[in-house]
């Protein structure tokens, strides 16, 4: 298993500035996965965090709205640029069980209200 | 974009009775998981099927397995108001997760 503290656990922030998420994990992981959850809705994987590399972001998603950090294999940021109230959303960091287990661990995720 | 659709979006049942929920997939598949989500917070892993496999039990949670419809399910036997939660199938695509719309499953005590 694995134990993932991630923080803020929520903000409020104005429209046009940045917010930075973190994401701290207990074990060292290859990869670390960043989802966006937006209100009612399922989870929308953002990109997926490799060490050493860059982020892979997927379709709809791109670099300059949501640079991520990887600086070693048990920490990674996602930051939420220029926001705008549609970036109103929980935003969860997650990795997988090594191994070839699948299952995931999320950390508690951060709840964005952009204003 | 998600990989399946589940059913029903809302569910509110009588604390004791069952919860049944369904999830439906598009492509070939490994394994299909089952995850709850308390109150927007993080998601927990409930239960792991394998595409080989047809049904698996844990405590009072039953999955089922149907490749060849390529569907799911998960009851919760026996509810408690502490079931009460979003609950997410997910279906693992090139190493990386994709969920199900979610069902809100509310257990009234």
């Known amino acids: 298993s694995a134990v993932i503290s991630q923080k803020p656990s929520r903000d409020i922030c104005q429209r046009g500035t940045s917010l930075t998420i973190q994401c701290q994990v207990d074990s060292q992981v290859t990869m670390m996965f960043w989802y966006r959850q937006q209100p009612g809705q399922s989870l929308t994987l953002i990109a997926t965090?490799?060490?050493?590399?860059?982020?892979?972001?997927e379709s709809g998603f791109v670099i300059d709205k949501f640079p991520i950090s990887r600086p070693n294999l048990t920490f990674s940021t996602l930051t939420v640029s220029n926001m705008s109230p549609e970036d109103s959303s929980i935003y969860l960091c997650?990795?997988?069980?090594?191994?070839?287990?699948?299952?995931?661990?999320f950390g508690q995720g951060t709840r964005l209200t952009v204003v | 974009s998600q990989q399946g659709e589940e059913d029903p979006q809302a569910l509110s049942i009588q604390e004791g009775e069952n919860a049944t929920m369904n999830c439906s997939y598009k492509?070939?598949?490994?394994?299909l998981q089952w995850y709850r989500q308390n109150s927007g917070r993080g998601l927990v892993h409930l239960i792991l099927?394998?595409?080989?496999?047809r049904e698996k039990h844990s405590g009072r949670l039953r999955v089922t397995l149907d490749t060849s419809k390529k569907s799911s399910s998960l009851l919760i036997t026996a509810s408690r108001a502490a079931d009460t939660a979003s609950y997410f199938c997910a279906t693992d695509v090139g190493n990386k997760l994709v969920f199900g719309a979610g069902t809100i499953l509310r257990v009234k005590s």
């Open positions: 997650s990795v997988m069980g090594g191994g070839g287990n699948t299952e995931a661990f």
């Open positions: 492509t070939s598949i490994n394994n």
């Open positions: 965090a490799n060490q050493g590399s860059e982020a892979t972001y």
């Open positions: 099927i394998r595409s080989n496999e």
